[in-house]
């Protein structure tokens, strides 16, 4: 038994709660379970202490200006990908615009560990392409453990943050907002002074459709279309004293000093005069910078008329957010050259190209070198390939400006401070370099060990044949796995599942994570193309837009776009619906540009989630005008009740929907059919059965815990031909899946066994297995199969996914060792046997396991009296029912009686 005299070495692994539950007696063991359950969120002892040290830095803080000043290119604004621009100083950090998928762009970077010092971000305008990634950027801030975020921006841009309070849940983190009557903003760094540009007419809110209306919707006020632009000044800073040479000169350690790096000359004791030139490096100057946004022609009168915006003093550069038909313009073209020859013009908007994360194209290329149908080359990536000239791919031509003008690219670095650093830094910018990716991938680069990189190059070889000539019958794959031992060469197995084969449905993972994004794997959104042309969206996290244009183009995604007939959102969790408005946005442009009508977009969601929709329709943009809505809670499939008796008969089924209103939507979705259930995850959570117009069957879990009312849907008129079904984490962690009502890879797998799936696929990955999950429960499994983003399956290559483990595992090697790790030291900790779960010997103490075992079980007994508690209700309700008609009917029946004896 361990003793007390041996848990010191083990204190990294106790969590706060288990230390301050030592030596409590007498505490109620519910009060001591809900303080525990209040906490579970958050799993992030450390941030407290972190969040108290960055606010002790704060204050300690010098008002002086820095030595080390950068801009750099986040998000470029290309088509489909994120605007953002970072402001690195020596101690603070600074964003200016926040588009949707700016907190993925930050693990490319490596910036992520930097967000703690993010402490204000500037938006320019009131629209989801600006601000989009903003709840996100919160939750990571958090994360790194910042105290808190203030937010400037036009008149309303708090609103936006207010509406997703019912979401974004952000412990012990402040948003704060800096308002106009706060004045300028000035912090020692930098100042940074607010313009406001003026629409000539503000736009005019539009009218839901009918189904989207609440009982009174009233008359709605115009959008306030506001937008600011920011000039950004940096004050002239001392030169650095050089101390060495006032020793070399005689000058003695006291005042002197400090009037020489003041600029003063000084006077020695033997008369010699020593010049502060001479000991002081240069001075930096003064300088500024404008981060504009003029979002459509119709502001430029108002930024002609702007005196404050043409003449700032000390230009260097223009970050031009503006789009690219507003920058042609001969108005902004003139407006441009009048702000002066010498500066530099950024453009971050859709003229510029590749979406910034050339890491996922060289692991997703590493994943098609083993299984190429599985993942089609990613032909929207846009990366700058390794060796190429930056600058001249970037640069406009001089005669098309009159003046310096180039595109945005991720990493692009323009240098404020020190003043002897190149202007136009381009050291940073992220590039995809093939050969390196061959070598990790075919060489074993990253294997230190000659002789365990030779074995490396030999087995993924065999790894590599392997996949390739595997088959999903069981003789021809051990007959496969021998002619690669032997070097024996088969004929080669025919590869399916391509485009021109008919099968359908389609299914494209464009994010297979959970919670938040990760550089390999984006939240979840799966596109399901039922038919040729006709698709369906699972889930529509954060940055699916950005996946979609990757996989494709712009083109692709386009037709993809204006051939979505409807998105499924199953629960209210940001990860699983952020990405919709700018889904919904792009869609529009599509039909717009090819001079088409906007085509019906269903939206088949929860009523809590519609409520947040038309906030930000109301607030801030049009974006429902060609939407209907489908509430999840009318697609529930309830058995038949028999009215006279009340009994439910499960052999009968029936929906909430109005039979018209569904037969119109099963026709336009090109389903069969269309079934919700109750999830067991979040309130409002729901799991989706659906079947195709030719009959093949899927059923989509969404979040939840193993749920009958999902088997139920799935098995109405038989089992799934596919089940996606979420699975966070390893069966290992099953108490903490019982917490956060998520399902194990072996309860997943369970689960298509009782449904009798034709095929599984596992997704929703907890981002601990950003590479790959761990294959224990999986491997073996020849109906089970994982997904990872950017993948492509369809009903004729399913079997295959298993064909490609052994490559997977070896050249994630060291993925594969650091999961292992982290499970010794989770097991340690929280699993029956660990060195902390079961062996401490101490009184009224409690083990972590047993910690998290209580919560658990506590947790599953709410949800089922919960339960029991809406079944006696509902019983109730339709007793008070059947009662009160049963009193009508003795009423009218004693009226009619009177009437006759009247008569």
Request: glycine letters at 6%.
């Amino acid at each position: 038994m361990l003793k007390l005299s041996a848990l010191s070495s083990y204190r990294r692994y106790l969590s706060s709660s288990c230390v301050l539950a030592k030596y409590v007696k007498n505490k109620n063991i519910n009060t001591r379970l809900t303080d525990l359950l209040n906490k579970m969120p958050k799993e992030e002892a450390h941030l407290k202490d972190i969040r108290q040290m960055r606010m002790v830095k704060r204050t300690k803080r010098f008002s002086v200006q820095p030595t080390n000043i950068y801009w750099q290119v986040l998000g470029s604004g290309s088509y489909g990908g994120p605007t953002s621009l970072f402001l690195h100083t020596d101690h603070r950090r600074y964003l200016f615009n926040c588009g949707e998928g700016t907190q993925r762009l930050t693990s490319q970077l490596s910036i992520s560990k930097a967000l703690a010092q993010l402490e204000h971000v500037f938006i320019t305008s009131k629209t989801w392409r600006h601000l989009g990634g903003l709840p996100g950027l919160c939750l990571s801030v958090r994360a790194a453990g910042a105290p808190d975020i203030t937010i400037h921006g036009p008149p309303g841009c708090m609103e936006l943050y207010e509406a997703t309070k019912g979401f974004v849940t952000l412990f012990e983190f402040d948003v704060l907002s800096h308002k106009e009557e706060d004045g300028v903003f000035e912090d020692g760094a930098v100042k940074v002074e607010q313009v406001k540009l003026v629409r000539r007419v503000n736009k005019a809110c539009p009218n839901l459709p009918v189904n989207w209306k609440g009982d009174e919707q009233g008359e709605w006020e115009d959008y306030d279309n506001t937008v600011q632009a920011y000039i950004c000044h940096f004050s002239p800073k001392l030169g650095k004293l050089d101390i060495d040479k006032c020793v070399d000169l005689g000058v003695k350690p006291g005042p002197a000093l400090g009037q020489l790096k003041a600029g003063k000359d000084v006077t020695l004791e033997d008369g010699r005069l020593i010049r502060s030139c001479d000991v002081v490096g240069d001075m930096a100057p003064p300088s500024s910078f404008l981060v504009l946004d003029v979002p459509d022609l119709e502001y430029l009168d108002s930024l002609e008329s702007c005196e404050s915006l043409r003449k700032v003093e000390n230009l260097e550069t223009v970050f031009h957010f503006s789009p690219q038909e507003v920058v042609t313009s001969p108005k902004y073209r003139k407006w441009m050259e009048e702000v002066g020859e010498d500066v530099t013009h950024i453009l971050l908007n859709e003229s510029c190209r590749g979406l910034g994360l050339p890491d996922v194209t060289s692991y997703t290329k590493k994943l098609s070198m083993i299984r190429g149908e599985f993942f089609p080359a990613l032909v929207g990536a846009g990366d700058i390939l390794a060796g190429s000239d930056v600058e001249e791919k970037i640069k406009f031509d001089q005669e098309e400006f009159n003046t310096s003008v180039m595109q945005g690219v991720t990493g692009l670095r323009v240098n404020v401070r020190p003043s002897n650093l190149q202007k136009i830094d381009f050291s940073e910018v992220v590039k995809y370099d093939e050969q390196v990716m061959l070598k990790e991938m075919m060489e074993g680069s990253k294997v230190t060990e000659p002789s365990d990189r030779e074995e490396y190059v030999k087995m993924i070889r065999e790894d590599l044949k392997y996949a390739e000539n595997f088959s999903p019958d069981p003789v021809k794959n051990l007959t496969a796995q021998l002619a690669v031992i032997d070097g024996v060469k088969l004929p080669l197995v025919e590869k399916t599942g391509s485009s021109s084969s008919g099968q359908y449905p389609v299914v494209t993972f464009l994010g297979t994570g959970s919670s938040v994004p990760s550089k390999y794997r984006n939240v979840s959104a799966i596109l399901v193309e039922t038919e040729p042309g006709s698709f369906l969206l699972l889930d529509c996290g954060e940055g699916t837009a950005s996946q979609l244009v990757r996989m494709l183009g712009r083109d692709g995604a386009e037709r993809v776009l204006m051939g979505l007939k409807g998105v499924y959102i199953s629960h209210m969790h940001a990860d699983h619906h952020l990405g919709l408005i700018n889904i919904m946005q792009l869609r529009e442009r599509a039909f717009i540009s090819k001079g088409r009508e906007v085509k019906k977009l269903y939206i088949i969601t929860t009523n809590r989630l519609a409520a947040f929709l038309t906030y930000y329709h109301e607030k801030f943009e049009p974006v429902l005008c060609n939407s209907e809505l489908v509430k999840c809670e009318h697609l529930v499939l309830y058995n038949v009740r028999d009215e006279e008796t009340l009994v439910e008969n499960p052999a009968e089924k029936h929906q909430v929907l109005f039979p018209s209103t569904l037969k119109r939507v099963l026709s336009d979705l090109c389903l069969e059919e269309l079934f919700t259930s109750r999830a067991i995850h979040c309130p409002h959570a729901f799991c989706l059965a659906l079947k195709t117009s030719a009959g093949y069957k899927l059923g989509y879990s969404g979040d939840t815990r193993p749920c009958q009312a999902f088997r139920d849907i799935c098995t109405w008129g038989g089992g799934p031909d596919l089940l996606i079904h979420e699975a966070t984490m390893e069966h290992f962690m099953r108490y903490d899946a019982l917490i956060k009502k998520h399902s194990t890879f072996t309860e997943a797998i369970q689960e298509g066994e009782v449904m009798g799936a034709k095929f599984t696929l596992l997704t929703h990955f907890s981002q601990r297995y950003s590479k790959m999950p761990t294959l224990g429960e999986i491997k073996g499994k020849a109906n089970v199969g994982i997904a990872f983003d950017n993948m492509v399956v369809r009903p004729d290559n399913m079997k295959m996914i298993p064909s490609m483990y052994p490559a997977l595992v070896r050249f994630l090697w060291d993925f594969q060792e650091e999961l292992e790790d982290r499970a010794e030291q989770y097991k340690a900790k929280y699993v029956e046997g660990g060195t902390l779960a079961t062996h401490i010997d101490m009184e009224d103490f409690q083990t972590p396991l047993e910690e998290k075992k209580q919560l658990a079980e506590k947790l599953v007994k709410r949800h089922e009296d919960k339960h029991q508690w809406f079944l006696k209700m509902n019983k109730r309700k339709l007793l008070l029912q059947k009662q009160e008609e049963e009193e009508d009917e003795r009423s009218g029946k004693k009226s009619a009686k009177v009437d006759k004896k009247k008569l």
